[in-house]
């Protein structure tokens, strides 16, 4: 990738990826495997990774920009709106996953799913608002909505996270449905290392 990429070609390219990787998954899960609460639970697994793999950049992408600044870093740059859209995007396929997997299971959203489905509503918000229009129009409004929304979401996948390293030997899952431990180690180190990225750059600045 180059500092020369198009803005009009990234961002097909952005959704054809969201679009191939969910219709891979959906296809070996659904077609060749069947729809059960095992397939759809490892669905809904592998789409929220799917979404955690657009997250990354999009959280800690401008920490590591001003930290060690490139060229494909800048080029990234430009295009952060196109990259928050397929995080979105990506993450609603997770919400597919999440319902396929309740209907399954003959259960449906309650309680507990309150601070996700808040991170949903800020995700929708964020997306909608992502174009100049609203960011002229909104002014401070937009940038503490999408402040606080990246923070949201950070929190649930580092939290998801924490809980799977944490509470890995417990799990009352199936060992056959289960990644190996490495898996969420590393995971985990991602989000954090994301996360300590911007807090330096935070430091940075402010030295
Ligand atoms: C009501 C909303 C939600 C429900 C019911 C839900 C449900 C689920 C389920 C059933 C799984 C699969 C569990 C497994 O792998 O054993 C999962 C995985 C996951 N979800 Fe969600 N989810 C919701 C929203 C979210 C949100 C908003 C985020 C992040 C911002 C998120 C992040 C994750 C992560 C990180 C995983 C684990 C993926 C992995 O193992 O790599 N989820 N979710």
Redesign the pocket.
Known sequence: MSATIRSGYFTPLLFLLVAAATAILGSYFFMLQNFSADTT??F???T??V??MF?LPVFALGALHQLYPTDLGRALMGRRRQLGLAFAAA?TV??V??IA??LAIDAW?SAD?TA??V??VF?GLMAVTSNSFSVRQLKGVWRVLHKVGLY??F???FV??LG?VQGYSQSQ?DPS?M?PFW??VV?LALVTSAWLLRIAAFWQKRG
Do not use: P, Q
């Open positions: 639970l490892l809904t697994r592998y929220a990774r979404s955690f997250f993450h997770h919400l996953g999440i997997n309740y959203f799913d996700a489905i991170i949903y995700i949201g979401i929190i649930g996948f998801t996270y799977r899952l449905l990644d898996v969420y995971l």
